[in-house]
């Protein structure tokens, strides 16, 4: 069972990247399964993956190292996103170089990530934080792809050629349709087998 967090936010306080890191390292220790984000100036509850979307992720995974076995996904890996790295974000899974977060502890910069994945999951936030807060976050840091499994409307959405405000190129597939994540990542994407992991 998923708790509910509830933030009061004190009038003309700002809530910073050091107090939600170590807000954000206070809420794991209490609670485990408790991983927090803070994209678009405003905290918010990562939700616990179900079985379909740990296989999507699993899936994923060994696409890439076939592709290129010096590249990994990064499972939920924490970055500083935004402009200026003002945010935080915990991507589903992150693309880079083998060994490219070596030594940066729970938020990396990612300088060094391809692309960011995020599968959608059944709550309420999705909408608003998957589809909307995150391609612009993401999108702002400068991350090459994003690419978005949404088992909504199973459809991917490939966002690319980041402008610093806003991906330029979405390109939105259905499920059963192969799709190319563009370069750097330079992959072909069979989406047939995700019809298997959405409700």
Not at 114 to 132: A, G, I, K, P, Q
Not at 159 to 174: A, F, I, K, L, N
């Amino acid at each position: 069972m998923q708790k509910e967090v509830v933030v009061s936010v004190v009038e003309d306080r700002v809530l910073t990247q050091d107090v939600f890191e170590d807000l954000a390292r206070h809420a794991i220790r209490a609670e485990e399964a408790l991983r927090l984000e803070f994209v678009n100036g405003k905290l918010g509850v990562k939700a616990v993956p179900d079985g379909d979307h740990g296989r999507i992720i699993e899936w994923l995974t060994r696409l890439c190292m076939q592709a290129d076995p010096n590249r990994w996904l990064y499972p939920e890996q924490g970055l500083r996103i935004e402009a200026y790295r003002k945010g935080n974000a915990r991507p589903d899974g992150s693309f880079a170089r083998s060994g490219a977060f070596a030594g940066q502890g729970e938020w990396a910069s990612p300088d060094d990530v391809l692309m960011v994945v995020e599968v959608t999951s059944y709550d309420e936030d999705t909408d608003r934080r998957d589809r909307v807060e995150k391609p612009r976050a993401y999108a702002e840091t400068g991350i090459p792809v994003y690419l978005l499994i949404d088992r909504d409307s199973c459809e991917v959405k490939v966002h690319s050629q980041p402008d610093g405000v806003r991906y330029e190129q979405v390109v939105t597939v259905p499920y059963g349709k192969t799709v190319t994540l563009p370069d750097p990542v330079g992959i072909e994407l069979d989406t047939e087998p995700l019809k298997n992991w959405t409700r």
